[in-house]
């Protein structure tokens, strides 16, 4: 059995393997085969360790140079709850706003769900409108 502390250390390796791109194919030992986001279209077409890579890769096409930082994050029971901030530079089209070559912060809270040890469930809050101001775009 995982414990809350195991999913939380699973939770970091995840961000500093996939999201940071240190070591994405993490995500084919961390994350659960049936693995959803609560949050995005893209959780419509795919599942497990291939959506968790594809959410990555889609990001860093809009923030080639993105760099994550979990700012806090906490474990309780089959849950990883945790705060992030993104930097990156916008150099793709997002949400109807072209390239903009800004350097921009995204803050975001996201509750992760375990299951028998691996990554089955993610809802995240990102702070957007900040984000759309850093580009002009509202």
């Known amino acids: 059995m995982t414990t809350p502390e195991e999913h ?6 995840l961000y500093d393997g996939v ?3 240190n070591e994405p194919e ?8 049936e693995y ?8 419509e077409e795919l599942r497990g360790p291939e959506l968790y890579k594809a959410l990555a890769d889609s990001t860093r096409e809009i923030f080639p140079d993105m760099e994550f930082a979990i700012e806090d994050s906490f474990a309780a029971g089959d849950e990883v709850a945790v705060r992030w901030t993104m930097v990156g530079t916008q150099e793709g089209a997002m949400v109807g706003v072209e390239p903009t070559g800004k350097r921009v912060t995204l803050r975001a809270i996201e509750i992760n769900r375990f299951e028998g040890g691996l990554l089955a469930e993610t809802w995240t809050q ?4 900040s984000l759309l101001e850093q580009l002009d775009a509202v």
């Open 19 to 21: 999201w940071n791109g």
């Open 8 to 13: 939380e250390t699973r939770i970091h390796r």
């Open 36 to 43: 959803v986001i609560h949050d995005r279209e893209l959780a």
């Open 126 to 129: 990102s702070d957007m409108l």
């Open 26 to 33: 993490i995500a084919d030992e961390l994350v659960h085969p």
